[in-house]
């Protein structure tokens, strides 16, 4: 599975646009990029996936260039609730529901 | 529905105990995946069952085993526990075999070992 890379932590304020940007080189052809959000004591919450473009829910943005080796978490207006780990993993579907974790991104919504 | 459920959910050991920990997944999933979660290590893979049968097994030596019944609900357990076994201990649950779009967590059980 594609290793990951994103920043160990990010600070913003409420009611600002954040953006959390995913490194994933060796990306494969049937890989999706997935996040999760995770508070302390609680296991992780799917918010997005995607494979290529632009992937927009209710809570978050995803955005993926072309070539694929990285993408965007963008979350709009973000809320002290929001101070969370957040977490960028390849999956390849088929046979195997495995996931693979980085070490994530704290992000830190100050008021 | 109801969510991923985990039984117990803090649980204290002594070295060289074993414990078993449960977890019922969502009705109608039949994936259950099970993951350690340690400040040093973060997230790691432990093993996987679908219908019953091991898909699939991360890096954790033999004292980690599971098992999944024929209602899906899954057990895993941990022979002679070491100190470094103390983690969350987290499952999800998904619909399809390679699901890869939702996995569902519980919210986990706290084992320390003491």
């Known amino acids: 599975l594609a290793k990951t890379t994103q920043p160990i932590s990010m600070d913003s304020y409420e009611g600002q646009e954040v953006n959390i940007t995913c490194s994933h080189n060796n990306i494969a052809t049937n890989d999706y990029i997935t996040w999760y959000q995770q508070f302390p004591s609680q296991g992780p919450r799917f918010i997005i996936q995607?494979?290529?473009t632009k992937v927009t829910n209710e809570v978050a943005s995803l955005f993926i260039p072309a070539d694929r080796k990285s993408s965007t978490l963008s979350l709009p207006r973000v809320s002290l609730s929001d101070t969370a780990v957040y977490y960028c993993?390849?999956?390849?579907?088929?046979?195997?529901?495995?996931?693979?974790f980085g070490t994530g991104t704290l992000l830190a919504v100050q008021p | 529905k109801a969510g991923v459920t985990q039984t117990p959910r803090y649980l204290i050991k002594t070295r060289g105990q074993q414990v078993t920990l449960s977890c019922s997944p969502i009705s109608g999933h039949r994936s259950v995946s099970w993951y350690q979660q340690t400040p040093g290590q973060g997230l790691q893979f432990l093993f996987e069952y679908f219908s019953e049968t091991q898909r699939n097994k991360g890096n954790f030596p033999g004292r980690f085993s599971g098992r999944q019944f024929s209602n899906s609900r899954s057990e895993m357990n941990v022979s002679t526990l070491e100190l470094g076994d103390s983690a969350l201990y987290l499952c999800a649950s998904s619909s399809l075999a390679g699901d890869t779009y939702e996995q569902y967590f519980g919210p986990g059980t706290r084992l320390t070992v003491t």
């Open positions: 995607g494979y290529k």
């Open positions: 993993l390849v999956a390849s579907g088929g046979a195997t529901n495995k996931l693979i």
